[in-house]
Nanobody, 122 residues
Framework: QVQLVESGGGLVQAGGSLRLSCAAS????????MGWFRQAPGKEREFVAI????????YYADSVKGRFTISRDNAKNMAYLQMNSLNAEDTAVYYC???????????????WGQGTQVTVSS
């Protein structure tokens, strides 16, 4: 089992930045990729970004490419999502998740955090 806890969400003005963190505990020696998803009110959960175990591979949704950066620090059992140039369309609950594959599909992820709210005011 891997437990994930997100933090760093909040209210930010359009054009601003936030850095989300995801702390992992439990079976952290397993080689899992970390992903970030988000879900806006009335919408389905959507993929945002993924990073593999070593950090050498990353992939982003087109909607965040060039603005968001995913990273991880395995020594600290942490993953991060740096979000720049935020706009109102980025408002959502953001979730970190762990998968033993490389996927943009939510059902391929085994472990999930509880989510952190990001609200961008225009």
């Amino acid at each position: 089992q891997v437990q994930l806890v997100e933090s760093g969400g909040g209210l930010v003005q359009a054009g601003g930045s936030l850095r989300l963190s995801c702390a992992a505990s439990g079976r952290t020696r397993s080689n899992y990729a970390m992903g970030w998803f988000r879900q806006a009110p009335g919408k389905e959960r959507e993929f945002v970004a993924i990073i593999n175990w070593s950090g050498g591979y990353t992939y982003y949704a087109d909607s965040v490419k060039g603005r968001f950066t995913i990273s991880r620090d395995n020594a600290k059992n942490m993953a991060y999502l740096q979000m720049n140039s935020l706009n109102a369309e980025d408002t959502a609950v953001y979730y970190c998740a762990a998968t033993f594959t490389i996927s943009t599909i939510a059902t391929e992820y085994t472990y999930w955090g509880q989510g952190t709210q990001v609200t961008v005011s225009s």
